[in-house]
């Protein structure tokens, strides 16, 4: 496989993911599939949804119109990446669809972010 790709894919193109470890792909593995032609293609490994549970929740937060799920995390956890735990913590697989506008009075659980709990990466 070209190396470049590989370092390509396992820096996840400048987003930091999977090496910071704010990134919900923190620790993810990294698998390789053979295509039938020898070619190998690396990807990282499934992330399974963690149980909504796992997650101690602070307090809730009715969603206003112009909110972002990004902006939310950065004002309540501290950093714009952890937006996930918002979505993990509401049983949300799409960020968006938490602030949609046709949400605006939902309310949503904004989780304690002074750690990741167990089970929230990597299933």
């Not at 990294?30 to 997650?55: C, E």
């Not at 960020?95 to 002074?114: C, H, M, N, V, Y």
Request: with cysteine; proline share 6%; charged share 15%.
């Amino acid at each position: 496989m070209n190396q470049a790709l590989a370092s390509l894919i396992t820096s996840a193109a400048g987003t930091g993911a999977p090496t910071l470890t704010s990134s919900r792909y923190y620790g993810s593995a990294t698998l390789t599939y053979t295509q039938q032609d020898g070619t190998q293609v690396m990807y990282l490994a499934r992330r399974i949804l963690p149980q909504a549970g796992i997650y101690q929740s602070v307090q809730s937060y009715a969603v206003v119109e112009g909110d972002r799920l990004d902006n939310l995390a950065a004002k309540f956890l501290g950093d714009p990446l952890l937006y996930w735990m918002i979505c993990d913590a509401n049983n949300s697989t799409d960020p968006d669809e938490l602030t949609a506008p046709l949400e605006t009075g939902r309310s949503i659980l904004i989780p304690l972010s002074s750690g990741i709990p167990a089970g929230a990466r990597n299933g």
